[in-house]
């Protein structure tokens, strides 16, 4: 399947399940999926909750390595 000319590059999210200082900072590159459809309302992504903290959103090939060291997420 080929994608629209209008893609851009995965849309990264960095998320976290809680407000507590110990919650783990967990990260998830998608390809399929746009910025517009995340931002509704109604939207859900598999593997992350509908109450999860969202701490970055972005969209680019090099925010996925660059929020990896900046949150330290091992793998």
Request: charged share 25%.
């Amino acid at each position: 399947m080929s994608r629209p000319k209008d893609y851009v590059g995965p849309l990264v999210i960095v998320w976290k399940t809680s407000n507590r200082s110990n919650s783990p900072i967990k990260i998830k590159k998608t390809p399929n999926y746009s910025l517009d459809y995340f931002l509704q309302l109604e939207a859900t992504i598999p593997g992350i909750p509908k109450d999860a903290i969202i701490l970055e959103l972005g969209i680019g090939k090099n925010l996925f390595e660059t929020w990896k060291t900046k949150y330290k997420i091992n793998d």
